[in-house]
């Protein structure tokens, strides 16, 4: 049975994730560059770019969250839940971008951290190798989706780049530590229906 406290944490985890600003305990990349002059077209491109970022890192909040709930090991617990406070950095690293761009966050964004609680929830249900697997596999896929970014984002938004560019960092170090604790390689069809999945959160957020 699921514990209460842990319970109340993944509440309280949700609510500060959509209804509150995140925090970074570390300075935003690029923080010290310059803003660059961009034309409509290439601000609003950012703001997509971000705001599909932005989503990527609240339905991580959302996954680590709910594989921390049913994980059995409380080593494999304090290793999602410690990820997930780094991903929360990430948080408020596009949250500002996409603020400083003149834009505005998913509007489904309850929507994407319900979706991706339950997945997590259900991953850890099926043991701690699979839902290290799971998470490994999900670092490595949004490290391909930043690294996509990387080459649409507009050359001379060097503020914007800088975040993607720590972020693909962290992200691979998540997945390392994942398969560093246990985690095991998924099926060639979960992860596809995992690609697929991702494609259609990031194809949306980039319009709503």
Same mark, same amino acid.
């Given at each position: 049975?699921? /514990?209460?406290?842990?319970?109340?944490?993944?509440?309280?985890?949700?609510?500060? @994730?959509?209804?509150?600003? +995140?925090?970074? +305990?570390?300075?935003?990349?690029? /923080?010290?560059?310059?803003? %660059?002059?961009?034309?409509?077209?290439?601000?609003? #491109?950012?703001?997509?770019? *971000?705001?599909?970022?932005?989503?990527?890192?609240?339905?991580?909040?959302?996954?680590?969250?709910?594989?921390?709930?049913? &994980?059995?090991?409380?080593?494999?617990?304090?290793? #999602?839940?410690?990820?997930?406070?780094?991903?929360?950095? !990430?948080? &408020?690293? @596009?949250?500002?971008?996409?603020?400083?761009? $003149?834009?505005?966050? =998913?509007?489904? /964004?309850?929507?994407?951290? $319900? $979706? =991706?609680?339950?997945?997590?929830?259900?991953?850890?249900?099926?043991?701690?190798?699979?839902?290290? $697997?799971?998470? +490994?596999? @999900?670092?490595?896929?949004?490290?391909?989706?930043?690294? =996509? !970014? #990387?080459?649409?984002?507009?050359?001379?938004?060097?503020?914007?780049? +800088?975040?993607?560019?720590?972020?693909?960092?962290?992200? %691979?170090?998540? &997945?390392?530590?994942?398969?560093?604790?246990?985690?095991?390689? #998924?099926?060639?069809?979960?992860?596809?229906? *995992?690609?697929?999945? =991702?494609?259609? *959160?990031?194809?949306?957020?980039?319009?709503?």
């Amino acid at each position: 049975m699921m /514990n209460v406290d842990k319970l109340i944490i993944g509440v309280d985890s949700a609510l500060r @994730t959509l209804l509150t600003s +995140a925090q970074t +305990a570390r300075p935003v990349p690029g /923080n010290e560059l310059p803003e %660059a002059v961009l034309t409509d077209v290439e601000k609003r #491109l950012s703001c997509a770019l *971000m705001r599909v970022n932005h989503v990527g890192e609240v339905c991580a909040q959302a996954l680590y969250q709910g594989q921390g709930l049913t &994980a059995r090991n409380e080593v494999v617990q304090q290793t #999602l839940l410690r990820a997930a406070r780094e991903e929360t950095e !990430h948080l &408020a690293w @596009t949250e500002r971008r996409i603020a400083e761009l $003149g834009g505005r966050k =998913s509007v489904l /964004n309850p929507f994407w951290y $319900g $979706g =991706s609680f339950a997945i997590g929830m259900f991953a850890g249900m099926l043991g701690d190798k699979w839902n290290l $697997g799971f998470l +490994a596999e @999900t670092e490595q896929q949004v490290g391909a989706h930043l690294s =996509s !970014h #990387l080459q649409r984002l507009p050359d001379n938004d060097e503020k914007s780049r +800088a975040i993607v560019k720590q972020m693909e960092i962290d992200e %691979a170090g998540h &997945a390392t530590m994942a398969l560093s604790h246990g985690g095991v390689e #998924l099926p060639l069809p979960v992860k596809v229906a *995992m690609k697929l999945g =991702s494609k259609v *959160m990031t194809q949306t957020a980039y319009w709503i």
